[in-house]
């Protein structure tokens, strides 16, 4: 896992993200309960208050998320997913990136009520924004959440060390 001052800016968006962590799991079905872990530990409570609502649709996001990188792209095949989570002004954001499905993006089925392929038609429903971009071979799709009651001000600069 990877934390510190990192900040990462995106179109849109005039206030810059700070990086909260990021975890690499292997691209395994049993990797998903970690990053729920990892989205809890990092976010709570410094950002989210315990049993908020916004931390269980989160992890409804995330775990949609880590599974379709597992299931869809050359990370269920051996290879690895790498999960990172960021803050700015008013905004939460989860990240899961990929090792790639030979060029195919993310696309969301026309039928939300079909057997299969309703996963990013919950990651819409529950998140205020949400994207992908291409890095590298991979594919980071994100998602982002507005900022809970528990939220730091992050305007008073970096948390202090422990």
């Known amino acids: 896992m990877t934390s510190g001052k990192a900040r990462y800016a995106w179109t849109g968006q005039k206030d810059a993200m700070e990086l909260l962590g990021a975890l ?40 949609e998320l880590a599974a379709n990188g597992i299931r869809h792209t050359a ?5 690895k997913i790498t999960i990172a989570l960021w803050a700015g002004r008013g905004v939460l954001r989860a990240e899961v990136t990929d090792d790639g499905a030979n060029g195919a993006r993310p696309v969301v089925r026309t039928d939300p009520s079909g057997e299969s392929g ?8 529950l998140a205020k924004a949400w994207g992908h971009r291409p890095d590298g071979p991979g594919t980071t799709v994100w998602a982002d959440f507005p900022a809970g009651r528990g939220q730091r001000n992050l305007a008073a600069g970096p948390r202090p060390l422990a």
Do not use: C, K, N, W
Request: hydrophobic residues 45%; without cysteine.
């Open 24 to 63: 690499t799991l292997p691209g395994i079905e049993r990797s998903v309960p970690y990053v729920r872990l990892f989205l809890r530990d990092t976010f709570v409570p410094g950002y989210v208050a315990p049993g908020d609502e916004l931390l269980a649709d989160m992890a409804l996001v995330v775990d």
């Open 75 to 79: 990370s269920g095949r051996g290879g």
């Open 118 to 125: 309703r996963g990013l038609h919950i990651v819409a429903a």
